[in-house]
């Protein structure tokens, strides 16, 4: 089996790849797309040159990489991807072949968390847009997507990832529920910058407080990216899925 957890920025999607990471079946994958994007944008993320420097930056062949993936040893793959990394020139094609994921969170959650990171941040950088318009693709593929909110992670991390392993189709691992902490050889390289709160824990956090109260551009973009997130809210799973 192949994993695609598609996910915007700020959003338990390095947690999730830390969770999958701790079962003996799975090798997991940080954004391998990370570096065709940046080329073929020229967007100056933090770190661009040492991102650039370390990753594959033809993206047909980093999805050769998807469709042919490095297992070493085990069983599946899961990949961490970033919706806003699909842009023209990025292929989708390896898609077909995996079971993907959607992960959600409150926008003005994420744009609260990743403007601490990279204040100028637009529409595109968050990637609701780009998550629906993924949706939409799966389902022309002839798939089922599935949606989990990562609220619902935080307030139950034991009966959602049931929830979820029992959906695609795979046996809840305990394992899943906590990992070492510290950095992990499979972070991706720019793991320093934006990976260092995460690297103290070892485990999900807790339910989150009331949403961020938000002013000026910052309420604007979340005001723009509700209406993708409603859609996709109303088709997540639920952690009542019977075991």
């Known amino acids: 089996m192949k994993v695609a ?10 947690a999730m790849m830390y969770s999958f990471a701790q079962r003996a079946d799975f090798n997991v994958l940080d954004e391998p797309f990370y570096g065709p994007y940046l080329r073929l944008t020229g967007l100056d993320h933090p770190m661009r040159q040492t991102i650039l420097d370390d990753r ?21 793959a899961y990949y961490k991807h970033m919706c806003q990394h699909m842009i023209d020139g990025i292929p989708r094609g390896f898609m077909a072949d995996c079971v993907n994921v959607f992960l959600i969170r409150h926008p003005a959650r994420v744009v609260a968390s990743f403007a601490k990171g990279y204040p100028d941040l637009t529409a595109d950088d968050i990637g609701f847009d780009a998550q629906a318009e993924l949706v939409d693709y799966v389902l022309g593929l002839g798939q089922t997507p599935v949606v989990i909110d990562s609220a619902d992670i935080r307030d139950d991390p034991k009966g959602m990832l ?9 046996e809840f691992d ?12 499979y972070d991706g390289v720019w793991a320093p910058h934006w990976y260092a709160s995460l690297h103290a824990t070892t485990g999900f956090a807790g339910p989150e407080g009331p949403l961020p109260e938000l002013k000026g551009h910052l309420a604007e973009l ?9 859609a996709l ?8 899925v019977k075991l």
Not at 5 to 14: A, D, I, V, Y
Not at 57 to 76: M, R, W, Y
Not at 222 to 230: G, K, S
Not at 233 to 240: D, G, R, T
Request: proline share 10%; charged share 20%; net charge neutral.
């Open 5 to 14: 957890m598609w996910s915007g920025p700020r959003n338990l999607s390095t």
């Open 56 to 76: 594959a930056n033809d993206a047909v062949e980093v999805e050769q990489s998807l469709i042919f993936p490095s297992l070493d040893g085990k069983t599946h």
């Open 162 to 170: 049931r929830a979820l392993c029992e959906t695609i189709g795979l």
């Open 174 to 185: 305990p394992a899943m529920l906590s990992w070492p902490a510290g950095p992990k050889p």
């Open 222 to 230: 979340v005001e723009q990216t509700m209406p993708a997130y409603r």
């Open 233 to 240: 809210e109303a088709q997540k799973i639920s952690q009542k």
